[in-house]
């Protein structure tokens, strides 16, 4: 079992660019989800899905769009990056929502 | 919008001394309360986790005790060591569909 995998590890983009930040589990795990974590604001909730098919918007939802056509496959969008999106983002999965969720290795953007 | 309150920020103890961290929630049906802890440059591990249906919970040196009525929830951790020393963060189930998170706690185990 790879577990939460995440691509790429590492990202610099410029202002205006797009690009999308893959996220893959392999555990069969229904609920997925996206955060980003900033120094001192902790991990928060971009968005989340509970299923294929089925997305919803977290904490911090603009700027980001996502899509959910594969259980194993949750891809976070950057449709027009600002230097405000310079973070680490973290993606997880857990089988439902009182289970243990399992977190990526994180993949570190920098928007100049 | 939802909200998991962490306190303190940042807690220095002595090896072999306790810590706690204390998280209040907003979601009255919230009924999952999970720990993790982060070493630096890696990715949160869960640590031990409570579900609404029980109060305390304990893993060797680490507790966490939950108090539904007040609506808050504290992590224990006896005889602290080096390797302790990490952030931790509280989060708490938001609808039942995903997790809200606190700000974190820094905690620094001095020897």
């Known amino acids: 079992n790879a577990g939460v995998t995440q691509t790429p590890k590492f990202q610099v983009l410029k202002t205006g660019q797009s690009m999308t930040l893959q996220c893959a589990q392999d555990?069969?795990?229904?609920?997925m989800s996206w955060y980003r974590q900033d120094p001192g604001m902790g991990l928060r909730l971009i968005h989340y899905s509970v299923g294929a098919g089925i997305t919803d918007q977290g904490e911090v939802p603009n700027g980001y769009n996502v899509s959910r056509s594969t259980t194993e496959d949750f891809p976070l969008r950057l449709l027009s990056a600002a230097p405000s999106q310079t973070s680490v983002y973290f993606c997880?999965?857990?089988?439902?929502?009182?289970?243990?969720?399992?977190f990526g290795p994180g993949t570190r953007l920098t928007v100049l | 919008g939802e909200n998991v309150e962490q306190h303190p920020s940042t807690l220095s103890v002595q090896e072999g001394d306790s810590a706690v961290i204390k998280c209040t929630y907003s979601d009255s049906a919230s009924n999952y309360f999970p720990w993790y802890k982060q070493e630096l440059g890696k990715r949160p591990q869960l640590i031990i986790d409570i579900r609404s249906n029980v109060g305390e919970k304990k893993d060797q040196r680490i507790a966490v005790t939950l108090n539904k009525t007040a609506k808050h929830f504290s992590l224990h951790i006896t005889e602290t060591q080096p390797e302790d020393s990490a952030v931790y963060f509280c989060a708490a189930s938001f609808s039942g569909t995903a997790l809200i998170f606190g700000k974190g706690t820094t905690l620094s185990v001095s020897s």
């Open positions: 997880a999965s857990s089988r439902g929502d009182t289970d243990t969720q399992y």
């Open positions: 555990m069969n795990h229904e609920y």
